[in-house]
């Protein structure tokens, strides 16, 4: 069966970088995209960027270019999310998610890791 | 990229049918074909509800349909059930690779 399973969480200081690892399995690995989003305590889910696992091609908002970084490791079937220059407002629970071959069909979420971001 | 505008909330007793909104522009939601609905309740991952406006995955309930006017989306719940209480967001395709969520909206069963 498929399965994202994220790294756990993290208290990070402002200013610091962040990784994530969102490990797959159940499926080929090159054949779907990974997504990232993220959720804010009592907000909403924001985009925060895709990668083709085939190639390692990615593309990211506008408002994360610069600070975001997807990469993967074919070899492991894992994807990773750097975030870099931390402030209290990226505190938030991270989800990876694969999509289904379609446009916006992600069917499988990992479990979320949650980020504190504070002095 | 704004996000997509949607009720803060929506509610509807069992058995009635409850209908979400999501506007957008003409250069997401107007413009594609690519509009998604999750699922989400308390500290839990979403759950992809409806993709590609109107198609619906394998497993979700037939009471759930998606349809598209214009730069607006709608998610319709028809016979509501005490589970379906939970905060759905809408997503687009955006172009150029990128998406954007919904504000979200809290439908709750009376």
């Known amino acids: 069966q498929v399965q994202l399973v994220q790294s756990g969480a993290e208290v990070k200081k402002p200013g610091a970088s962040l990784k994530v690892s969102c490990k797959t399995s159940?499926?080929?690995?090159?054949?779907?995209?990974i997504h990232w989003v993220r959720q804010a305590p009592g907000q909403g889910l924001e985009w925060m960027g895709q990668i083709n696992p085939r190639d390692g091609t990615t593309d990211y908002p506008q408002h994360l270019q610069g600070r975001v970084t997807l990469t993967r490791d074919t070899s492991t079937s894992t994807v990773y999310m750097e975030l870099s220059v931390l402030t209290s407002e990226d505190t938030a629970v991270y989800y990876c998610?694969?999509?289904?071959?379609?446009?916006?069909?992600?069917?499988?979420w990992g479990q979320g890791t949650l980020v504190t971001v504070s002095s | 990229q704004p996000a997509l505008t949607q009720p803060p909330s929506a509610s509807g007793s069992p058995g009635q049918s409850v209908t979400i909104s999501c506007t957008g522009t003409s250069s997401d939601v107007g413009f594609y074909n690519y509009v998604s609905w999750y699922q989400q309740h308390p500290g839990k991952a979403p759950k992809l509800m409806i993709y590609e406006v109107t198609k619906r995955p394998s497993g979700v309930p037939y009471r759930f349909s998606g349809s598209k006017s214009g730069n607006t989306a709608s998610l319709t719940v028809s016979g509501l059930q005490a589970e379906d209480e939970a905060d759905y967001f809408c997503?687009?395709?955006?172009?150029?690779?990128?998406?954007?969520f919904g504000t979200g909206t809290r439908v709750t069963v009376l």
């Open positions: 159940g499926y080929t690995f090159t054949n779907n995209f």
């Open positions: 997503s687009s395709y955006a172009g150029r690779g990128t998406y954007v």
């Open positions: 998610a694969k999509d289904g071959g379609a446009y916006g069909d992600n069917a499988y």
